[in-house]
């Protein structure tokens, strides 16, 4: 049965995870990591939901939580990427960024709103539920990212 749900889990929501991961820590291996945490959480939790909506909001609360704590942990304030160093780290061409590396360098309170908002469909009373906070701050912050964002990209 234990198997049977993490497949499950991992077939349903791996992609979520590892993309709320990468949008909070911008960085695929911490993503992983992330959506190992994760799912281990919610195989040890046997909460039951009335629907796949309510299950799919907590799952990405919970990953939330786990990259709120990541980012808290000793290990992640005093690490740096091999991406990180000036030595190695080569130029690119400005225009070559995607969209998900732009957003990604927003304010973590944009970026968070910004993700769920296109990248999870949530509106954004959905978010201000999820995120704890009231729907016109999360309105005000999804303004401000998208003048921020339009900013970055220029005005193409």
Not at 54 to 70: L, P
Not at 80 to 100: Q, R
Not at 105 to 120: D, F, N
């Amino acid at each position: 049965m234990k198997d049977q749900r993490a497949e499950y889990l991992v077939r349903q929501y791996s992609d979520t995870i590892i993309r709320i991961g990468y949008t909070w820590l911008g960085n695929l291996d911490d993503a992983k990591d992330i959506c190992q945490i994760t799912l281990l959480k919610l195989l040890q939790n046997d909460r039951s939901f009335e629907n796949s909506t309510q299950e799919r909001a907590w799952i990405i609360r919970v990953a939330m939580n786990t990259c709120k704590d990541w980012k808290k942990s000793a290990w992640f304030r005093h690490n740096v990427y091999l991406e990180e160093l000036p030595e190695l780290h080569t130029e690119t061409d400005p225009g070559a960024d995607s969209l998900l590396e732009t957003v990604n360098r927003l304010p973590a309170k944009y970026r968070q709103v910004i993700y769920m908002h296109y990248y999870e469909g949530y509106q954004v009373k959905e978010i201000a539920a999820l995120l704890g906070r009231s729907p016109t701050l999360i309105s005000t912050h999804l303004s401000r990212a998208r003048k921020q964002l339009k900013n970055m990209l220029g005005d193409d």
